[in-house]
């Protein structure tokens, strides 16, 4: 991964909370459909680094084997990790803070319709742009946190508070997509579903 897409990857991340803390009227609490969520991709995870690595093998995001029908890797590859210890750690503590921040934009159905989907989604991209074999939660996280950045910001426009967050997601989104890096079409993704979910006024709290 380059330098480029390190920086653009921490730079969605924070701008994207930045956004989301904009929502915020108390201090965050866990949810527990958030937590169960959490615990649905941890536990997967930390199993496969902790007892079984055959798992990485059997589920993973493997362009040859998903094209020989073995379609489950398209979902089970977003419960798995490929990046060890730092990288499971990395990603479970991301996918932690962004199902925090986004408790009351957030929760129940519509938070894990839009992770599960869009992760899903984030590696078909994958497997059509670049066609690279992988596995973590990641694309799944930030396409969640840029979907619900969306929701944030869009009443709020042009709002100062949320107009420069956003254009440094927009440059970092654009920097992934240039890079050619797997997580530039998922937070792409993300934003073209927040705008999907405004724009039928779909209820995102429910």
Excluded: K
Aim: proline share 4%; glycine share 10%; hydrophobic share 55%.
């Amino acid at each position: 991964m380059s330098v480029v897409a390190v920086v653009a990857i921490w730079v969605t991340y924070l701008t994207g909370w930045t956004v989301l803390r904009q929502s915020l009227t108390r201090l965050p609490r866990p949810r527990w459909g958030a937590v169960l969520l959490w615990c649905v991709v941890a536990v997967p995870s930390l199993v496969q680094l902790l007892w079984a690595p055959e798992l990485l093998e059997w589920g993973g995001r493997d362009a040859s084997a998903i094209a020989s029908g073995e379609w489950w890797r398209l979902a089970t590859s977003i419960v798995l990790q490929d990046g060890g210890w730092f990288g499971t750690v990395f990603n479970l503590s991301m996918l932690a803070v962004t199902l925090l921040l986004i408790g009351d934009v957030c929760r129940g159905l519509t938070c894990v319709s839009v992770f599960l989907v869009g992760g899903v989604l984030a590696n078909v991209l994958t497997l059509w742009t670049t066609g690279q074999s992988g596995a973590g939660n990641s694309m799944a996280t930030m396409c969640l946190l840029a979907a619900m950045a969306v929701t944030v910001a869009w009443p709020r426009r042009p709002a100062r508070e949320v107009l420069v967050p956003c254009a440094l997601l927009v440059v970092a989104t654009l920097s992934l997509v240039v890079t050619g890096d797997e997580h530039g079409p998922a937070v792409v993704l993300g934003l073209v579903m927040g705008a999907g979910l405004v724009r039928r006024g779909l209820p995102v709290d429910g």
